[in-house]
């Protein structure tokens, strides 16, 4: 299988996370009406989720690293599609929550092995590059996701936008069938759980606190920013769908431009830059909140910051992973995780007091500058270097 083609399936692999996410995204609203319950709670079927992607990936990772990356990944995404289609039934917020933390917990194992399988084939930055087309790829789900839900909100409601993602379900099992072979050989499984070898290195560990802190600010920005577009600024639902759209779009630019200056930057550079603009950005969008300079002040410094973000998410990835390949698996079963794990919680408690873009800027701009102060501090950019 040639990389590019790899990367493309690996990419269709990753979407199970921005696709469970942001294809209802445009729904959330009428879904909190349809089961009579608040907006804190219509949010929670997106933390519950994404707590079930979490830490479905510290049971996948390890698995994958003893018995193979193809058995999991079959196996996750099949049980996804069923577990939709229980999203679709669920007569009441409780059985939506219940079965949105289990189709996180399957869906998983297309974020954790797609990172996996990139480090089984690939490193230095040969890998960073892989990503990046990985990245692109999943950065398409974002797009197509919110405009397509926007579309079919209106027709078939949230019940009928989770029947679509358990089509999605069954195409990418298909995909993974027929497409993708198995590229962790024999020899290198049957190894025991690994995390007690990752959790002692510290360069890993801080690597994992900046995935949390970006995963928080992420999350915030995924959850807060339906309401504050649609009831904040007015927005309809479709016009959200091509806003969240557009910011999308930023993040596929700024993989591209990553992947063309990488070789002669270097990713730790690279890293470093991207961490410290999106810190920037995101006290700008702060300020112009506070000083209630309207739409655009909140538009334009998102965009600067998905666009970071392209680069941001490859760049880390490879750095955190280069002295692992042998416990890959694992290791990005705890990236993932640290994303993955302190946005959910974090979220939620953006809205207890309401949403509004004073409240989602600040709690991004806390995020993104703990990022870049860790980074700053721990992490050393050499040119040239992975470490």
């Keep these: 299988m040639n990389r590019r083609r790899l990367a493309v399936v690996l990419g269709l692999l990753e979407i199970f996370g921005p696709i469970s996410m942001d294809l209802y995204l ?17 949010q929670a079927t997106m933390s519950i989720c994404m707590l079930g992607l979490a830490f479905g990936q510290l049971a996948v990772g390890p698995l994958s690293d003893r018995f193979g990356r193809r058995r999991p990944l079959l196996a996750g995404t099949a049980l996804f599609a069923v577990l939709s289609l229980v999203c679709a039934a669920a007569p009441s917020i409780e059985v939506l929550l219940a079965a949105r933390l289990l189709q996180g917990l399957c869906g998983s194992a297309g974020i954790v092995l797609s990172l996996a399988i990139a480090r089984d084939v690939a490193s230095g930055i040969e890998l960073v590059q892989l990503l990046a087309v990985l990245t692109t790829v999943g950065a398409l789900a974002p797009i197509v ?66 995935g949390a802190c970006g995963g928080a600010g992420f999350f915030t920005y995924l959850t807060s920013v339906s309401f504050v577009l649609q009831d904040g600024f007015s927005l309809s639902a479709r016009t959200f769908s091509l806003c969240f759209a557009a910011n999308a779009a930023m993040s596929i630019l700024g ?24 810190a920037l950005a995101a006290a700008a969008m702060l300020s112009a909140a ?9 538009l334009i410094p998102l965009a600067v910051i998905l666009f970071t973000g392209g680069a941001t998410q ?27 794990a302190v946005g959910p919680l974090v979220g939620p408690l953006v809205s207890l007091n309401g949403l509004g873009p004073v409240s989602m800027s600040a709690t991004m701009t806390a995020a993104y500058v703990a990022a870049a102060l860790l980074v700053w501090t721990t992490i050393r950019p050499r040119r040239g270097a992975l470490t």
Excluded at 26 to 41: E, F, K, M, V
Excluded at 164 to 186: C, I, K, M, R
């Design 255 to 278: 993989a591209q431009v990553n992947r063309a200056l990488v070789r002669r930057v270097g990713p730790a550079r690279m890293y470093l830059v991207a961490t410290t603009v999106t």
């Design 290 to 298: 506070l000083l209630g300079a309207g739409l655009a002040g909140v």
């Design 145 to 210: 996701a919110p405009l397509a839900g926007g579309l079919l909100e209106p027709w078939i409601g949230w019940r009928g936008i989770f029947v679509v993602l358990a089509g999605v379900g069954v195409t990418l099992f298909l995909l993974a069938l027929v497409s993708l072979p198995e590229t962790l050989a024999p020899g290198s499984r049957d190894r025991p759980s690994e995390f007690g070898v990752l959790l002692r290195d510290r360069l890993f560990v801080r690597y994992l606190l900046v």
């Design 26 to 42: 445009p729904a959330l609203p009428r879904l909190a009406a349809d089961l009579h319950t608040s907006t804190s709670l219509a």
């Design 314 to 340: 490859p760049n880390g990835s490879a750095l955190a992973l280069a002295d692992h390949g042998t416990r890959a698996g694992a290791a990005a079963a705890l990236l993932g995780m640290s994303a993955f």
